[in-house]
């Protein structure tokens, strides 16, 4: 069983974080008077069901993962990869918090130069011309074309 | 008849004609570069398309999709990776003719054949969609609540990987569909007090997160990074009005066929491009080429993957039912229009859907004539390097989340759906069932308050009710072989990797 969980990590703890969760929002669906918890009740018991036996078939069953479970699981194993993942994700919460203070464009800017920076793109300049480049065509477009109005910043 | 006649004047006027030449453009491009697909690409811009009028937004965003279903082929002939996973059928015969130097009539080949399978399937929707609008007004709500399961077992049992893994998925979309206030009581479902939330998770967000952000952090992992440094010769693109003429039967089973699957739920371009491929090989005349460099297996799988785009928007336009991915993401942006997919479209809003329809028609057209004259120097859009395209995806996710509804909520959930939707990837569960069931799950809740209510009227149980009408008893036993065919279907899929796995050890 721990070899099992060992081997494909993610697709255990995910089918197991499903599991959980849909167990948990089928309690709150109880709690839920009439009609209001009727329909949420049914999909999260249905959820807790098939993800249980999905839960069952991989740490019991005699059944080899699909081809592709076993190509996701061999791509996330590269370390540099988990490291570039973290970096996006990290970058791209950084450009969400940040883009109200400096401006939603401005921040573009930045967390485009870096982000291209994290996945190699090289040189400096070329990274740092695509990403101002960009921003300034998300700008043109949204902020001049459609004319939506964007979050004010300390820039633009 | 009068509508019809006044949808093809508006799809002829010069803005219409501009839009739908842009869209085609956009398309290809769009399909053309690894990582970005045709759904990615739609979820995209239809935040884009909010400030539009809905006649030119959705002009827009169905040539966007006519492009970029053919602009998968163009990586995959030239570099042997696949656009778009439709193009993975093309890419097998198609590279193999870069290889000898023929690259061009490759291209070619798949020009001529996605513009036929596209025309042939838009010429379906315009006469099928309306008559099944039109017999559907008298289906009733258990029929709809049983469609919309039928619906998401079937995109759950069809498509790649795990049949179970694909079904959890469809019920995780439904699970995610219930957030919101229960539109009969009002009673506030899982928002944990945000207001953003009231009236149910956004589609839009949702889905721009799910495909857009997903897609790049599935980018950064690097498999992508390398850059290429040249196109390969490209020699002579128009393959001839002999070798296609040559070809007819071919293209026009392969176009017949794709449009079926369209209309299948969760059959997308990519089963449609295989499926073509194959009865292609079966009639072939020379199958012994198949692999090394076949027209007649680049012709089989592109107008097959094209087809889907007409019969694909069939059921999507008639009954509100999105089959894939690509359809939920215009189904979104038929919802932000104020456009309610469904029987009643084509009668409330023909002002719109018949400009829409024929407008498909000149996509199809300005994409082949657009690739025929420029892909020469459109097929570099291959070299731009994934990391350029990952940042810049994932900032005009961010800025289009915020266009639509000018929320700043909305973001946080584009960017949780985004980290949801890389771990479901990493996984092995499918993102399509999961856009599906938070799109018709709402749909579904409120035709079975419905049935509730005529059983209790009607001094009946709910199953009485559903066994008292013959298409519900058909639709369910419909839903229930889908099931079955599915969990066989997964048994036979993990007994043969397990056979492979012994036999190779």
Redesign the interface.
């Known amino acids: 069983m721990l070899t099992r969980i060992s081997s494909r990590p ?2 255990f703890f ?2 197991l974080a ?1 599991f959980l969760g ?1 167990l948990a ?1 089928a309690y ?2 109880a709690q ?6 009727r ?2 009740l049914v ?2 018991l ?2 807790a069901v ?2 249980g ?2 839960l069952v ?1 991989f740490l019991f ?9 076993e190509a ?2 061999e ?2 194993a ?1 370390p ?2 988990t490291m ?2 973290v ?3 990290v970058l ?2 950084g ?2 918090i940040v ?2 203070i400096l401006g ?2 401005a921040a ?1 800017a930045v ?2 130069t870096a ?2 920076l ?4 090289r040189p400096f300049l070329l990274a740092l011309a ?2 101002i480049g ?2 300034a065509v ?1 700008y043109l ?2 902020g001049w074309l ?6 004010d910043g300390l820039i633009i | 008849m009068d509508n019809v006649l006044a949808g093809a004047l508006v799809a002829f006027q010069p803005t219409s004609l501009l839009l739908a030449a842009a869209g085609a453009v956009l398309g290809i491009l769009l399909g053309a570069l690894p990582g970005v697909s045709a759904t990615l690409g739609i979820a995209l811009l239809v935040p ?1 398309t ?2 539009m009028d809905p006649t030119p937004a959705l002009i827009f965003i169905g040539a966007v999709y006519c492009g970029a279903i053919y602009g998968g082929s163009i990586s995959a002939v030239l570099l042997n990776v696949p656009g778009t996973p439709a193009a993975v059928a093309t890419m097998i015969d198609g590279y193999a003719m870069t290889k000898a130097g023929r690259g061009g009539q490759a291209l070619g080949l798949c020009t001529m054949a996605s513009m036929i399978g596209g025309q042939v399937s838009v010429l379906a929707l315009l006469f099928a969609a309306p008559l099944i609008a039109s017999v559907a007004l008298e289906i009733q709500s258990s029929e709809y609540f049983w469609i919309v399961l039928f619906a998401m077992t079937t995109v759950g049992a069809i498509g ?3 049949p ?2 694909g ?2 998925a469809a ?2 979309g ?2 995610l569909g ?1 957030i919101g206030a ?1 539109p ?2 009002g ?1 506030v ?2 928002t944990f007090g945000e207001l953003a939330l009231y009236e149910g998770l956004p589609v839009i967000s949702a889905l721009v997160g799910l495909f857009s ?1 997903s897609q ?2 599935i ?5 992508g ?1 390398s850059t290429q440094l040249a196109v390969p010769r490209l020699g002579r693109i128009w393959p001839g009005w002999g070798t296609l003429w040559s070809l007819k039967n071919h293209w026009s089973r392969s176009s017949i066929l794709g449009t079926i699957v369209g209309l299948i739920p969760g059959a997308g371009a990519d089963i449609a491009a295989f499926i073509g491929r194959s009865e292609a090989r079966r009639y072939a005349r020379e199958p012994e080429r198949f692999g090394k460099g076949s027209p007649e297996a680049i012709v089989g799988a592109e107008a097959a993957n094209n087809a889907v785009v007409g019969g694909s928007l069939i059921p999507m336009l008639s009954l509100g039912i999105p089959g894939n991915a690509v359809t939920a993401a215009l189904l979104g942006g038929l919802l932000i229009h104020g456009l309610i997919p469904g029987p009643r479209l084509f009668s409330d809003a023909p002002d719109i859907l018949y400009p829409f329809i024929f407008s498909l028609f000149i996509a199809n057209l300005f994409f082949a004539v657009v690739a025929l004259v420029g892909l020469r120097w459109l097929s570099r859009i291959v070299l731009v ?4 395209v ?3 995806v ?3 996710s ?2 289009g989340a ?2 639509f509804r ?1 929320i ?1 909520f909305d ?2 959930i584009m ?1 949780s759906m ?2 949801f939707g ?8 499918p993102l399509a069932p999961v856009i599906l069931g938070l799109i018709l ?1 709402p749909l ?2 409120e035709n ?2 419905r049935v ?1 209510r005529f059983a209790t009227a009607n001094d009946m149980s709910v199953m009485q009710y559903f066994l008292s009408r013959w298409l519900t008893v058909v639709l369910m036993v419909l839903t229930a072989a889908t099931l079955l065919f599915s969990f066989t279907r997964d ?1 036979k ?3 043969r ?2 056979a ?2 012994q036999k190779d050890a």
């Open positions: 993610v697709d995910v089918s499903i849909a929002a709150s669906a839920y008077p009439g009609a209001a918890g329909w949420p999909i999260m249905l959820l098939l993800c036996y999905q078939l069953g005699n059944r080899a993962p699909t081809p592709l479970e996701v699981e791509a996330a590269a540099r990869a570039r993942v970096a996006s994700v791209i919460l450009f969400v883009a109200p939603l464009f573009a967390f485009l982000h291209m994290t996945l190699g793109v695509s990403g960009v921003a998300l477009f949204f459609l004319g939506v109005s964007m979050p | 884009l909010f400030g790649e990987g795990s179970l893994k079904l959890i019920a995780i439904l699970a219930t229960h009969m009581t009673t479902r899982y952000i790049v952090l980018l950064a992992e690097g498999h990074m390097p994934q990391g350029i990952a940042p810049t994932a900032a005009l961010v800025v915020y266009a000018n700043g973001i946080w960017v985004g980290l890389y771990a479901l990837r990493k996984a092995g569960y799950g579904a809740e079975l308050d509730l048994l899929v993990r007994r990797a397990s492979k796995k």
